[in-house]
């Protein structure tokens, strides 16, 4: 009998046992024995498959990844810590140091952030342009252009991006577009139909929908051909020296190179890993996304069509509304509904007291919650001015469609009139 020591590390477990689980269980390890050095050897160079360490990705990780990519239609996935990192590490790995992108103006803050601070760091410059200006997007292209970003329904106010339009000009540029499909969801619509090339999302939101884990997946929809203009791409047609003298194109070719280069290089290297526990917990989430979306896009634009004969309230920014300027984008691209995402404005002008009274409203709410969330299974709201777009300027602000006075609003799965009456009665104070 081995030592009481050896016994408490090793006894009861064999690795890799099958257990017939009918539910995709938590792989809570941060890593995996091999069966041999050749094995290993193998797994590290990526010339077969296998489980090499949890920064890379666990089996639990691997599993959404699938769902994920299977659900947004596309070849292959890679899922990261936050949809925050989804993003940064998709653009680092598109565009490089020297590189450019062209981006909507109309985009959750956090976003804006990383391309106009930390994105200068590494190099990388963003031109922001109006998303339904065609021209704007063509004129802001350069030689160095690397990708066209932006949000198929934008954040805070439910803007509807025309993604066949820009997807062309991007491909008429030779670069591909990537979507921000956060709030649009790959059950209200999948941007990879309409001519995306790579899709991201804070799977924290609706892919999740409890409010309890972040994470965020990026899927490479298999349609853009790094080969055709190999100079452009080195990371993915020259020799990439970490793999010996493997170019990734050619080793593994069109809909999963970009997933080896991100896993290899920037998570690797980087670090942004989705835990286990996490991964295992949105995965949860998605086997009731339909549900909860149509349920949340029906309560949505209910409590929509009433503020927007409310005498305190000055606009309701849902594309579900006749007369929005995005409704007719919406009933296009969106058959299914209308994401639970939106805006509305306060009466008042801005002013210094401004701030304090929308604070009187959001303030006295008691069935919507304050939160710096959305797509959760609560009701919530946030003041972008001051909170999720803090940190743009006033003309910024008006460029995406903020004001002081705007309010955002994240349906939830509570009943759609006690969201109302809450709403009501945190207008009295308006």
Known sequence: MTAFSTRQVQAGFVPGAVQNSAVPPIYQTAAYEFASLADAADIFALRKPGNLYSRSASPTQLLLEERVAALEGGASAVGVASGQAAVAVTLLALVGAGGHIVSA?????????????????????????????ADAWRAAVRPETRALFAESVANPVAQVLDIGLVADIAHDAGVPLVIDNTVG??????????????????????????????????????????????????????????????????????????????????????????????????????????????????????????????????????????????????????????????????????????????????????????????????????????????HLDAAQRAAAGISLNTIRLSAGLEDPADIIADLDRALAHA
């Open 185 to 390: 969801t790959p059950y209200l619509i999948r941007p990879g139909e309409h001519g995306a090339d790579f899709v991201v999302h804070s799977a924290t939101k609706f892919l999740s929908g409890h409010g309890t884990s972040l994470g965020g997946v990026v899927v490479d929809q298999g349609s853009f051909d790094f080969g055709a203009q190999p100079d452009r791409w080195p990371q993915f047609t020259a020799v990439y020296p970490r793999l010996g003298d493997v170019v990734l194109w050619e080793r593994f070719g069109i809909g999963q190179a970009f997933a080896a280069l991100v896993k290899t290089k920037y998570v690797h290297d980087l670090g942004p890993s989705l835990s286990p526990f996490n991964a295992w917990q949105i995965l949860q989430g998605i086997e009731t996304l339909d549900l909860r979306v149509a349920r949340q896009s029906a309560t949505a634009l209910a409590v929509a069509e009433h503020l927007a004969k409310h005498p305190k309230v000055a606009a309701v920014h849902h594309p579900g509304l006749d007369g929005n300027p995005w409704h007719a984008l919406a009933e296009r691209y969106l058959p299914l509904g209308v994401p639970s995402v939106f805006s509305f404005d306060l009466n008042g002008a801005e002013d210094p007291d401004t701030q304090a009274r929308v604070g009187k409203v959001i303030d006295a709410l008691e069935v919507v919650r304050l939160v710096a969330n959305i797509g959760d299974a609560r009701s919530l709201v946030a003041h972008p001015a001051s909170m999720t777009h803090s």
């Open 105 to 133: 103006n109309q985009l959750y803050g956090g976003t804006v952030d990383l391309f106009q601070d930390t994105f200068a760091d590494f190099g990388i410059t963003v031109s922001f342009v109006d998303q339904d200006d």
